[in-house]
């Protein structure tokens, strides 16, 4: 859980304990089972559900036990329309903004090109327009919105709620995103990793069964990596866990920011591949500028995304220049992660964000093959590898999530 995110507690601790149980159960719980669940006395449950029905956080959802012998029981869920949060991907290319229920679903939501050259002042007007679209949902209490998660490229800060300096966005460094949105919106805001943020919805949607110990590799601008351990979302020491970019996959390979070739985030990030696009005449520069082979062109994050689409079109279709392009960015993604399962023991990769769905066939095709090539010596046990069951959204869901989750949740901070 991010420690600065400090959201205001609205409910007593024993009623968040038992809203806590409530939303973990599935199909619900009755008064006697949250009482067995919880620790807290029979006496003790009926006067926090009492008051949980009453601000209309839960209700009543059928009976327990009917035909058989005994009274039936009343089963207790969540009102999904008892709270809201609202959850905001800020990315370089898109801003996705997401109206969630109490229950974790999306109700609404909102996407728009994020402004060009990443003028913070034009940034936050275009969040908040957002922000403004989703909650004007009909049927939807603002009243009921506790707050804003925003996920945004690290390294952020999470005691403060600053975009500190992200790669590739040189007008969001030292931005004040939090306090800047709470003051504009009047809603309690917090801001995190996007990369955490959507591990945080991933593990939040895993189905029952699911392996509690796998890696979330987001795949958008760049690439980075959200890790599930043990059932919890790691955040890491300053809630910046997850910069994977700069670890050595490809001697010989591209050259990245940092100096050196072939780190594992340059070999991957779409900008890259398009150029080597690029270069071998598979796309053509826009609007005819000169290329000189391994010079990189200014391209803005539009075009990058157009030529990335084109790119990987055409690697499906068949065209060989472009899949030798697509393909080497699967192998050195599969070295990788076969180092990373290796390191934490993971049995799980699961893979999103926004430029995933234009590659995620081509991955699924080749990961598992390319890793057993290298398990041979590293890996003692398979590694599944899925898609995202959360969908492109899943940054913006995840910061959503974070706000229920930092404001329903038992702990004994509050105490
Ligand atoms: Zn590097």
Request: hydrophobic content about 45%; some cysteine.
């Amino acid at each position: 859980m991010p420690k600065g995110a400090n959201l205001p507690a609205i409910a007593a601790f024993n009623e968040t304990v038992v809203l806590d149980a409530v939303r973990r159960s599935e199909g619900g719980l009755s008064r006697v089972e949250l009482a067995s669940v919880t620790g807290l006395s029979a006496q003790t449950v009926t006067n926090v559900t009492r008051r949980l029905l009453a601000q209309g956080l839960i209700r009543e959802a059928g009976k327990q036990n009917e035909g058989s012998p005994g009274k039936p029981r009343t089963l207790l869920r969540l009102d999904p329309a008892g709270a809201y949060a609202v959850g905001v991907h800020l990315d370089p290319t898109v801003i996705t903004c997401v109206l969630l229920d109490l229950e974790g679903e999306v109700v609404e939501h909102d996407r728009r090109p994020s402004p060009p050259d990443g003028d913070a002042k034009e940034t936050l007007a275009a969040i908040l327009e957002a922000i403004g679209s989703v909650l004007a949902t009909p049927g939807v209490d603002a009243a009921r919105v506790i707050g804003v998660g925003v996920a945004a490229p690290g390294p952020i800060d999470a005691e403060t709620g600053v975009v500190v300096r992200p790669p590739l966005i040189p007008g969001w460094n030292d931005f004040h995103l939090r306090d800047e949105l709470t003051s504009a919106t009047g809603l309690p805001s917090l801001v995190a990793k996007d990369v955490i943020s959507a591990a945080v919805a991933e593990r939040w949607r895993d189905p029952a069964g699911a392996s509690k110990d796998y890696a979330f590799i987001y795949y958008g601008t760049g690439a980075g990596i959200g890790l599930v351990l043990n059932g919890e979302v790691y955040t890491g020491s300053t809630e910046n866990a997850g910069d994977a970019g700069h670890v050595l996959v490809d001697p010989g390979g591209a050259l990245c920011a940092c100096g050196r070739r072939g780190c594992w985030g340059e070999s991957v990030r779409p900008q890259r591949l398009v150029m080597q696009g690029i270069w071998a005449g598979v796309l053509e520069p826009p609007g005819g500028e000169t290329v000189v082979d391994g010079v990189d062109l200014e391209l803005d994050v539009e075009v990058v995304d157009t030529l990335f689409t084109q790119l990987t079109a055409a690697a499906d279709a068949g065209d060989g220049r472009a899949a030798a392009i697509v393909d080497r960015s699967i192998r050195n993604t599969a070295f990788y992660l076969s180092n990373l399962a290796a390191l934490l023991d993971i049995d799980r990769v699961v893979f999103g964000g926004p430029s995933w769905s234009r590659v995620e066939s081509r991955y699924l095709e080749q990961l598992p093959g390319r890793m057993a090539e290298i398990d041979m010596s590293i890996l003692t046990h398979p590694v599944l590898l899925q898609g995202t069951a959360v969908g492109e959204d899943v940054a913006a869901v995840g910061a959503a999530c974070l706000v229920l989750d930092e404001t329903f949740s038992p702990r004994v901070g509050r105490l």
